[in-house]
């Protein structure tokens, strides 16, 4: 399970920065979206990855490590999804008010220019 997490996050994070370095907003904005879920996969992986483990304790049983899953990472990942949403929507509106006022959706504002000979 471990091995398909890892693959996972490489493959989120490969295609994110790929997607950053692409010359249109819309993919920039796209490879922020596919880092922020690689980073969220890492941060959930963080907190062990435990199949039939209880998140609370319940009565009776003895409070070890063996038999409780870590509810901090699943609370971070849960701020980071509503923040990572939030960030998205900004950046839509940022994407549409600069597309508006340039005419263009490249990251430098202009079309690229054929050299003609």
Do not use: K
Request: no cysteine; hydrophobic share 55%.
């Amino acid at each position: 399970m471990e091995v398909v997490f890892a693959i996972a996050i490489g493959v989120l994070t490969g295609s994110g920065v790929y997607l950053l370095l692409r010359p249109r907003t819309f993919q920039v904005i796209m490879g922020l979206t596919l880092i922020s879920y690689a980073v969220n996969l890492f941060i959930f992986s963080m907190g062990r990855l435990m199949v039939d483990s209880e998140p609370v304790l319940s009565p009776g049983t003895a409070a070890t490590l063996a038999n409780t899953a870590d509810p901090m990472p699943q609370a971070l990942v849960l701020t980071a999804i509503v923040i990572g949403f939030a960030m998205t929507a900004l950046f839509l509106v940022v994407l549409l008010a600069s597309r508006g006022l340039t005419g263009t959706d490249h990251v430098d504002g202009e079309e690229r220019r054929e050299v003609q000979e």
